[in-house]
Every structure is written in structure tokens, then in C-alpha cells.
């Protein structure tokens, strides 16, 4: 698994390629937090456009920022889904809670529409 990990205007994006499976869901927790503590971070976008495997712990690492970011008034988003891991994020109930966007760029027309 490879992060790229960037601050804009309070948003962290989270760029993710490869598996994020129970090996390495606790490296990708820990690089978020890290992150979310040290620089000022009200939402997340996590691209996993080339993600092609997540576990339970991988959505649990997801679920887990999500609630992080909305106890401090943000949003999470996922971005840039391809169709089988968008089946497997509708089915475990993350679009009801969390906004997909096709693009990285969607969120600041979503934060547009919030001003």
C-alpha cells in the first residue's frame, strides 16, 4: 500500500494505491492521525481510485476518521471509487454517512454549496 497524504484549506487528501488489508490498516490509521493532530484538518477526501482490496479493517480505519473529523464539525468524502470497491462501500452503509464524489475537485463545490 502507498499514501500520499496533502493539506489544502483544511482538507486532507488521502491517496491511497494498492491493498489496505489488516497488515496494513494500522499504518494508514496512524499516518491520518498524525496528520489530523498536527496540521489544522476539518475533512478528509480518501481517493482510493487505486485501491483494488479493502478489509474490514480497512473500512474500519475509514469509519474511525470519519468519526474523528465529524466530532470536530467536518465531513468525509470518497473519492474516485472504482465499481467494486464502490458495491462493497454501499453495501457496508459508508454513502449513507459519508458523501462519494467522482472527482478530488468536487469538494470545493460541495463547500461551496455549505458557504
Not at 480518501?46 to 474500519?60: A, E, M, Q, R, T
Not at 476518521?65 to 464502490?86: D, Q
Not at 454501499?90 to 454549496?113: D, N, P, Q, Y
Request: hydrophobic share 40%; charged share 35%.
Amino acid at each position: 500500500m502507498e499514501v500520499e497524504k496533502e493539506v489544502k484549506n483544511k482538507v486532507l487528501f488521502v491517496r491511497i494505491s494498492g491493498e489496505i488489508d489488516l497488515k496494513e490498516a494500522d499504518r494508514l490509521r496512524r499516518e491520518v492521525d498524525e496528520v489530523i493532530e498536527n496540521y489544522p484538518v476539518k475533512d478528509i477526501v480518501f481517493n482510493l481510485k487505486n485501491v483494488y482490496f479493502i478489509d474490514s479493517s480497512g473500512l474500519g480505519v475509514i469509519l474511525g476518521r470519519f468519526k474523528k473529523v465529524r466530532s470536530l464539525g467536518g465531513r468525509v468524502y470518497l473519492a474516485a471509487t472504482n465499481e467494486k470497491i464502490k458495491k462493497l462501500l454501499e453495501l457496508s452503509g459508508f454513502f449513507r454517512i459519508m458523501k462519494g464524489i467522482s472527482r478530488e475537485e468536487e469538494v470545493w463545490e460541495e463547500k461551496a454549496h455549505e458557504a
